[in-house]
């Protein structure tokens, strides 16, 4: 059996029609950067959890302004993301 050569059509064709395809390494530093900011979401949110289990020499005011401040860090973060 022999092979020929065929190019592959993408579909819908009136979309693929112009330009060309994005360079992979873009798209996988893009991916990169988006896992950084998700993973620094998750270290806030974890840092705010500690905050508030471990027994800090902090004021209550003190203990929750600061964790209230690490989650709405985190949360940001995430929605910037």
């Given at each position: 059996m022999?092979?020929?050569?065929?190019?592959?059509?993408?579909?819908?064709?009136?979309?693929?029609?112009?330009?060309?395809?994005?360079?992979?390494?873009?798209?996988?530093?893009?991916?990169?950067?988006?896992?950084?900011?998700?993973?620094?979401?998750?270290?806030?949110l974890?840092?705010a959890?500690a905050?508030?289990?471990?027994?800090?020499?902090?004021?209550?005011?003190?203990?929750?302004?600061?964790?209230?401040t690490?989650?709405?860090?985190?949360?940001?973060?995430?929605?910037?993301?």
């Amino acid at each position: 059996m022999t092979r020929t050569n065929r190019t592959r059509t993408r579909w819908p064709s009136w979309i693929y029609a112009e330009g060309q395809d994005p360079d992979y390494r873009f798209s996988l530093a893009n991916e990169r950067t988006f896992l950084a900011w998700i993973r620094t979401s998750l270290a806030l949110l974890a840092a705010a959890i500690a905050i508030d289990v471990v027994d800090l020499d902090l004021s209550e005011y003190g203990r929750r302004t600061l964790v209230c401040t690490f989650i709405t860090l985190g949360l940001v973060s995430a929605v910037l993301a």
